[in-house]
């Protein structure tokens, strides 16, 4: 029985369990039988190691919950506006989302993000996509984006000055006039 095991592992590396149980040709009732000896051994005990590791589960998530609007709410008192409700399709998957970040830094970033939705209107598109990146991306990606947004700043501050010093530009544009798309990054 083994060695069938194993050949049929071999030949369905790609199928999956099921189709192995379904070769194997093992009658329902022994399949049966064999959940119906764990259930009799470990009887209401597999159930409660369940929902404990459910709980454990749901007690982690809400401890993140916990300390990212927490800090969500200093930023938007300390900001002093006041925010604004928030559609439910953006508040579902934005609790949801959130809620599994362990990291820190990305609490962090999670914290803001709720500072500014619930502080710009509109843009619901742009807030989803948002909250669908912030769940995807790891701590050294957000530090890349940070490490590329500071140079964005010092090179748009770097060319104002330039343009504002040159006598024959003489700009008469703000600093945040200057948009992202005038410049260029190399990571090397």
Request: charged share 30%.
């Amino acid at each position: 029985m083994y060695s069938q095991i194993l050949t049929l592992i071999g030949k369905n590396n790609m199928g999956g369990l099921g189709e192995i149980v379904k070769e194997l040709n093992l009658p329902k009732q022994l399949l049966d039988k064999g959940e119906e000896a764990i259930k009799a051994v470990l009887g209401p005990s597999i159930t409660e190691i369940s929902e404990t590791f459910a709980d454990n589960f749901r007690l982690r998530r809400f401890k993140n919950q916990v300390k990212i609007l927490s800090k969500a709410q200093q930023y938007i008192e300390k900001s002093g506006f006041e925010p604004k409700q928030i559609d439910l399709k953006i508040l579902a998957p934005l609790v949801q989302l959130s809620s599994l970040e362990e990291n820190p830094d990305l609490q962090e970033r999670w914290s803001r993000l709720i500072t500014n939705i619930v502080h710009v209107e509109g843009k619901e598109l742009l807030k989803q996509n948002c909250i669908e990146i912030i769940s995807k991306i790891s701590n050294e990606e957000a530090s890349l984006i940070d490490f590329l947004h500071e140079l964005f700043l010092k090179e748009r501050k770097a060319r104002y000055e330039r343009e504002l010093n040159d006598m024959w530009i003489r700009t008469k544009k703000e600093l945040e006039e200057f948009p992202l798309r005038l410049f260029s990054f190399s990571l090397n």
